[in-house]
C-alpha cells in the first residue's frame, strides 16, 4: 500500500484562506485573471504526485480538512489522450464548510469528507488545475474565450464550457478507521 504523506498535498483549500496551488497552476489566485503558459496536458508539480501502476490502495491519513493532493496513473483509455494517457485523480478532503455547500451526485461520493474526482475537463479533456478558492477549487487549464470551465467543491460546472456538467469520478471506494484508505480499481 502506498502512503501519502504532508509532502503530497499540491493545496489547502480552506474557508477562511485563499491559497494558490503554484506547484499545479503556475498563475494567480482566481479564476478571472489569465493563467499565461499553463500546460494544458498535465498538471504540474510531478514531483508532488503520487504515482500508481494500476488499481491501488492508498493511505491518505495524511489529509488535512481542506488538503488536496493528486494521484497519477496510466491509462490506455482515450478519454486520457489529452493528458498524454495518464489518468490525474484529485482527493480533496473537504471542510465542514465544503461538505455543507456540495451537491454531490448519488452514488459518486461514498464520503462526504472525501471528494475523489478525475482531473479531466468534460469540454475537450485538457488538464484540470485548482484555482485556490475554496468553493470553486477546480478549473480547465486551457483558459480560451470559449473553454475556461470551472468546478465547484462537487465538482460541478459553474462557469465556461463545461458549465452544468460533473467532472467525471474514478472507479473507488474509500475505508475510514485508524487508517483512511482510498482504493482505486
Keep these: 500500500m502506498q502512503k501519502l504523506s504532508r509532502r503530497h498535498v499540491l493545496a489547502t483549500l480552506t474557508g477562511s484562506a485563499v491559497l494558490l496551488c503554484p506547484a499545479l497552476l503556475n498563475a494567480s489566485t482566481t479564476v478571472d485573471v489569465a493563467w499565461d503558459d499553463i500546460p494544458t496536458d498535465v498538471p504540474i508539480g510531478q514531483d508532488r504526485i503520487i504515482t500508481v501502476a494500476g488499481a491501488a490502495d492508498i493511505d491518505v491519513s495524511a489529509l488535512e480538512p481542506g488538503d488536496v493532493a493528486v494521484i497519477g496513473r496510466p491509462s490506455t483509455d482515450p478519454e486520457y489522450a489529452s493528458t498524454g494517457m495518464t489518468q490525474y485523480i484529485a482527493v480533496h478532503r473537504r471542510t465542514a464548510d465544503q461538505v455543507a455547500s456540495a451537491k454531490d451526485r448519488a452514488g459518486t461520493v461514498q464520503n462526504p469528507e472525501y471528494f475523489v474526482v478525475n482531473l479531466v475537463c468534460t469540454h475537450r479533456g485538457k488538464a484540470i488545475g485548482l484555482t485556490g478558492n475554496p468553493q470553486a477549487p477546480f478549473a480547465c487549464t486551457d483558459r480560451g474565450s470559449r473553454h475556461s470551465s470551472v468546478y465547484d467543491v462537487s465538482g460541478f460546472g459553474v462557469?465556461?464550457?463545461?458549465?452544468?456538467?460533473?467532472?467525471?469520478?474514478?472507479?473507488?471506494?474509500?475505508?475510514?478507521?485508524?487508517t483512511t484508505v482510498l482504493s482505486l480499481s
Design 159 to 178: 462557469s465556461g464550457a463545461s458549465e452544468g456538467e460533473y467532472l467525471s469520478v474514478p472507479a473507488y471506494s474509500i475505508s475510514t478507521g485508524a
